[in-house]
């Protein structure tokens, strides 16, 4: 609930008015300064008026209620009063009044209503100090309601007007505000305007723009020495001035631990290259970079032999391994010899030491991800088709587990197994049962409680899918037998195929596949520089480049992602932050198969951005 602010009005009506007198108050300037007079008795005394008379009683009955901190009974009485019928004043106040109790409630978008009422587009007349109650009141609402970047610019707008004990605040403010907008969209804003507002755009799309720390101080440097009059300048936002601090504590030697030899070979290739093409990228602009030793894996029988190497060799940081039996061996220990960024994730989900943070490519990301995407385009209702495979499994868990903490509803699960049995089983998703006869959840999904709510009709909005290109070849077809061919899919990437050659993908359009901005918008600032030099990164293995591309931004910003849970990298393998057991969450784009090719959609809302929505 948003705190209480009492409002700076002039004017609350006093128990002597209100118990008779030969001429009562006509006007809010006529209302002397506080009452002690219970609010019934100010709505009994306006009961025994009419018009005019009866509505100044009743708005003052809703500011003494809102003085006492009392939004619900604000919101009732305002509903007793026509706000039409008022004086611009009385009207100006009645929109107040309902914006500060609807916010205290919980509902932003009505506040934000309330707030773009026709009369407080004329509040030249307001006194300065409730001219800046209002505005200051916009900004926050609409925070609440998740529209950052006009928040961020109502506070730019007014940031001058503020006393100066306040600009401190409304800077840190600002700067929070503008974290939260999408990239795109603070790309756009920032070619349409100009003054105070178009720094402060310049200097977010700084962290966007430069995965690199050093980029990013140097970014930061330049644009100190453009805007030096901007409020930014003289005093940073905590973020900005913390960020010059790691910079300078940022780590000289780096061991770079991948398996060199083996099965996993070609892939810890495509790791090096993508985090030394990065690391080679930030060097070529004239930014000082820590040194990197390369050490294979596969060397060391022991974990700690190869620590204690590194330690001997001067090494202050290590990124990897990439083998998962030797993350879930670091998971499991009391204490970490030195900070590592390991290439995967543990299964042990048991808090792990400090100092050990876990990126990779896991299927969890993308069905978090296909929850989220659906939820936004207006889904409710789901079912989930998915493999046996491991990474079937835990695509399935995690989209329930996303889906239900949304609010969705699941309406069955099938496990695909056998190729002649999938028309079956999407059969039976579009079939309406009962519920005993759909709950098989709890086997197929182990140590998960899935709870399928029976349907009371065939409203089922969506599927997702994670599956093989092979068994997704058969879903669209089934769905277009079984006379659901619009009904949305939601797939993770294992369900087409990528190649260098473009072959179509047959069987399989409109199908919607998360994947990663690398391989599917290709704007990384280094795709062009890393394809020339390995053209294997255009097609499947370009996620292990991209991976270790996202290694290094990772690197350079985990203690700021640490200190900063808002923190989010643009990375090459989706929107990147950090949880609190230290593993790298993405969010991934999205894309539609048309023409058997995977086109770009529209950029998914952040996690932030839809908050205010999930209310």
């Known amino acids: 609930m948003s705190r209480m602010i009492r409002l700076s009005f002039s004017g609350l009506l006093l128990a002597s008015l209100i118990a008779g007198c030969s001429s009562p108050p006509r006007q809010l300037s006529e209302l002397p300064a506080t009452t002690d007079t219970p609010v019934e008795q100010i709505l009994r005394q306006a009961e025994r008026r009419s018009g005019a008379e009866a509505n100044l009683l009743r708005l003052h009955a809703a500011q003494t209620a809102w003085s006492r901190s009392q939004p619900e009974q604000v919101r009732s009485i305002l509903a007793l009063i026509p706000q039409s019928e008022l004086p611009l004043d009385q009207q100006q106040r009645f929109s107040e009044l309902q914006a ?20 407080l587009e004329q509040f030249d007349s307001l006194a300065p100090q409730a001219q800046l109650d209002i505005q200051l009141l916009r900004a926050e609402t609409m925070a609440a309601a998740g529209e950052h970047l006009n928040a961020a610019q109502e506070r730019v707008f007014i940031h001058d007007l503020l006393p100066a004990a306040a600009q401190q605040d ?31 755009l310049s200097l977010a799309l700084i962290q966007r723009d430069h995965g690199n720390l050093d980029l990013q101080v140097h970014a930061m440097q330049q644009w100190q020495a453009r805007h030096p009059d901007h409020p ?14 790691l910079h300078a504590q940022r780590p000289q030697h ?34 000082a970079q820590p040194q990197i030793s390369l050490y294979d894996s596969g060397s060391y029988a022991d974990l700690m032999q190869f620590y204690r ?3 001997a060799d001067g090494v202050q940081w290590v990124v990897g ?11 499991g220990l009391p204490q970490l010899p030195l900070p590592t960024l390991a290439l995967n994730y543990a299964d042990n989900r048991a808090t792990p030491p400090a100092g050990l943070f ?7 990301d993308e069905a978090r991800s296909a929850a989220l995407r659906a939820w936004q385009d207006g889904h409710r209702r789901m079912a989930i088709l998915a493999n046996r495979d491991d990474w079937g499994v835990r695509a399935a868990q995690a989209f329930v587990a996303q889906w239900q903490e949304l609010g969705g509803t699941l309406t069955g699960h099938e496990v695909i197994d056998q190729p002649a049995g999938i028309s079956g089983q999407v059969a039976n998703l579009l079939r309406v049962r009962e519920s005993e006869q759909r709950n098989q959840a709890p086997d197929q999904l182990p140590n998960e409680e899935l709870a399928i709510q029976p349907s009371p009709s065939s409203g089922l909005d969506a599927l997702f899918l994670a599956a093989n290109p092979l068994q997704a070849r058969q879903i669209k077809p089934t769905l277009v037998f079984q006379y659901a061919g619009d009904l949305p899919v939601y797939a993770t990437s ?3 195929r990528l190649s260098l050659g473009g072959e179509p993908n047959a069987d399989i359009d409109d199908l919607l596949i998360a994947e990663i901005p690398w391989l599917l918008d290709r704007s990384d600032s280094l795709y062009q520089s890393v394809v020339d030099s390995w053209p294997a990164a255009a097609g499947p293995m370009g996620r292990l480049y991209a991976m270790g591309i996202d290694a290094q931004r990772i690197f350079t910003r985990l203690l700021q992602m640490q200190e900063q849970p808002d923190t989010r990298i643009d990375g090459a393998t989706g929107r990147l932050s950090l949880d609190r057991d230290g593993r790298i969450r993405r969010e991934l784009s999205w894309g539609q198969i048309v023409d058997g090719q995977l086109q770009p959609l529209p950029s998914l809302p952040s996690i932030e951005a839809m908050e205010p929505m999930l209310r």
């Open 321 to 331: 391994p990439l083998d998962r039996q030797q993350v879930a061996y670091l998971a």
């Open 358 to 364: 876990q990126f990779g490519l896991a299927p969890e």
């Open 100 to 119: 500060r109790s609807e916010l205290a409630l919980g509902q932003p978008a009505a506040a934000l209503r309330a707030l773009r009422h026709p009369s």
């Open 232 to 245: 930014a300048a003289s005093t940073p936002p905590e973020g900005v001035s913390r960020l010059l601090e």
């Open 170 to 200: 409304n800077l840190a403010a600002i700067w929070n505000e503008l974290n939260q907008v999408p990239t795109e969209q603070l790309r756009a804003a920032s070619t349409t305007t100009s003054g105070d507002l178009a720094g402060w």
């Open 494 to 496: 294992h369900a087409y």
């Open 309 to 311: 190497q590194a330690q």
């Open 254 to 287: 780096i061991a770079l631990l991948l398996p060199f030899d083996g099965n996993l070979s070609a892939a810890a290739d495509a790791l090096r290259d993508g985090f030394l093409a990065a690391q080679y990228h930030a060097y070529s602009q004239g930014l």
